[in-house]
């Protein structure tokens, strides 16, 4: 239950850890400063939100993660997200106006999302970016292909945004799965839960790979040096390098020219923050573009 137009019900807090190694971020790298305070007012939203929705119930047991995981299927259906309209509403257009004060989203893009914002149509339009990655990867398992038959593809800068303003949701949901021996079952690049591709990662002081999802935060266990893009799993063929400090480290594809980063836990003081960890990498996304990846 939320409570619509009256004060978040989350009690005051001190500044969140995130926040704080954002700001550290920004005072040792002031030419980050742009992104930090971006990303600070989206974490803010994020909080609002997230503590009042509600945990989902999944019904996950290993029968049925073995099934999904033979399919290629993620197991969290559109429907089983607790998600309130109002709350969603906000999140869409608040993410549009902080992406947008920082110079992150054209014009016909804000506009776009903000009359979506208002139309009944959003969770239709909401609903179709969600099934569009578990859908094309459940295809492919079934030797389909990847390609989408979806009648109007949503552009890129409209799916930046859903995916943001669906963060708190989606993520209370893999806070449910997360907690699952299940989990080890699954086998995929794609994440088990909502279908997203990996966009960050972490080594564990195991030495394990985790491959982290872009759209709700999942992490699952996944071969250390294979590509979780085209699954090339030959090492001649991986290139990696690290970060003078060691704390982050790329693996870059020589075959498909896609690259993912990593969060070294092996010699971390704290763990894998997706959101600040991404904006303290941006010098090394600029490293890997420069080298041809993308
Ligand atoms: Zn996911
Ligand atoms: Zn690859």
């Known amino acids: 239950m939320t409570e619509q137009g009256g004060p978040p019900p989350r009690p005051a ?99 776009e999302v903000q009359s979506l ?56 949901c893999a806070e449910v799965l997360q907690q699952r021996a299940e989990l080890a079952i699954w086998t995929h690049a794609h994440c088990a839960l909502c279908g997203g591709e990996p966009d960050f990662s972490v080594i564990t002081p195991a030495a394990e790979r985790h491959l982290i999802c872009s759209r709700c935060t999942l992490r699952w266990k996944f071969e250390p040096l294979t590509c979780p893009y085209c699954r090339n799993a030959d090492r001649a063929r991986i290139t990696s390098f690290a970060t003078p400090d060691g704390r982050y480290r790329v693996y870059a594809c020589d075959v498909c020219h896609r690259y993912l980063k990593a969060y070294d836990g092996r010699r971390a003081s704290r763990p894998v923050m997706p959101l600040v960890d991404g904006v303290a990498t941006l010098p090394l996304d600029a490293a890997a573009m420069q080298r041809g990846y993308s």
């Not at 999944?58 to 709350?87: A, C, M, Q, S, Y």
């Not at 149509?121 to 569009?132: I, N």
């Open 117 to 172: 914002g208002r139309d009944m149509k959003l969770v239709a339009v909401v609903g179709q970016w969600y099934r569009s990655a578990a859908e094309s990867h459940a295809m492919a398992a079934v030797g389909m292909g990847h390609g989408s038959p979806q009648p109007a593809a949503i552009g890129a800068p409209v799916s930046q945004v859903l995916g943001l303003a669906m963060r708190p949701f989606l993520s209370r």
């Open 13 to 111: 807090r001190a500044e969140s850890r995130e926040a704080a190694e954002l700001r550290a971020i920004k005072a040792d790298h002031p030419e980050l400063a742009e992104a930090v305070d971006l990303h600070l007012e989206i974490l803010e939203l994020h909080r609002r939100i997230q503590g009042r929705v509600p945990l989902p119930a999944l019904d996950v047991t290993e029968e049925i993660l073995t099934r999904h995981n033979g399919e290629g299927r993620p197991v969290l259906k559109f429907e089983t997200i607790p998600l309130d309209l109002t709350d969603l509403r906000l999140m869409v257009r608040q993410t549009a106006d902080v992406l947008r004060r920082h110079g992150a989203l054209e014009d016909a893009d804000y506009q």
